[in-house]
C-alpha cells in the first residue's frame, strides 16, 4: 500500500509524515512522531486516553486516520507544559494525586484543557460532564474534578 503525504501542526511545529491511508492517527503519534502521550485504552473512542485536540475539538484519536489530519492542527498532552514548567493543569493533578497508573492521565489533562479554554470558570457539574468521556479506574473522579475546579481558579487569576 503506498503511503499517504502528511503536513500538519503539532503543539505549534510543522510536522510532516507518511502513513497508511487506513492507519489511526493514535499509531501515527506513537509509532511514527514518538509523541506517546496519548494511550489505546479500547482502540473504540470509549475510554478517552487517547484525547487529543483537533482543530479546537477534543477528540479520539483512535477514531481519526492519520491522514485526515493534513492541514489541521493538533495538540496532545506533549504540548501542553513549558520547558521544565508543567501546566497549571499537570501541576494540579499532581497537587491533588488525581493520577495514578497514568494510562488514562494524558486524555484527562487535554479534555480539562479543552474544557477551560471553553470554559473558564466551569462548576462541578460541567467539569463531570465535559470529562465523561474519559474513564478511569484507579483514582476515582473526585480527585480529578478537584485538581480541574483548582487549576481553573488559578487559571482565571493569571
Known amino acids: 500500500m503506498a503511503g499517504v503525504a502528511v503536513s500538519t501542526v503539532i503543539n505549534g511545529d510543522a510536522v ?5 491511508p487506513d492507519e489511526p492517527l493514535l499509531d501515527v503519534l506513537r509509532d511514527r512522531l514518538g509523541l506517546t502521550g496519548a494511550k ?4 473504540t473512542g470509549d475510554c478517552g486516553a487517547c484525547s487529543i485536540i483537533l482543530d479546537d475539538r477534543l477528540v479520539c484519536s483512535c477514531l481519526v486516520l492519520g491522514a485526515e489530519a ?15 514548567k508543567l501546566h497549571t ?3 494540579k493533578f499532581l497537587e491533588h494525586a488525581a493520577l495514578q497508573c497514568g494510562i488514562c492521565t494524558p486524555g484527562f489533562l487535554i479534555a480539562a484543557k479543552d474544557l477551560l479554554a ?15 468521556g474519559n474513564l478511569c479506574r484507579c483514582t476515582g473522579y473526585d480527585k480529578i474534578v478537584r485538581a480541574v475546579q483548582d487549576a481553573a481558579q488559578v487559571m482565571k487569576g493569571a
Do not use: S
Not at 16 to 20: A, P, R, S, T, V
Not at 70 to 84: F, K
Open 89 to 91: 493543569l499537570q501541576q
Open 118 to 132: 471553553k470554559n473558564p470558570d466551569p462548576t462541578e457539574e460541567e467539569i463531570r460532564f465535559g470529562l465523561a
Open 40 to 43: 489505546e485504552g479500547c482502540g
Open 16 to 20: 510532516e509524515y507518511l502513513c497508511q
Open 70 to 84: 493534513e492541514g489541521r492542527r493538533i495538540e496532545t498532552v506533549e504540548g501542553m507544559a513549558h520547558g521544565e
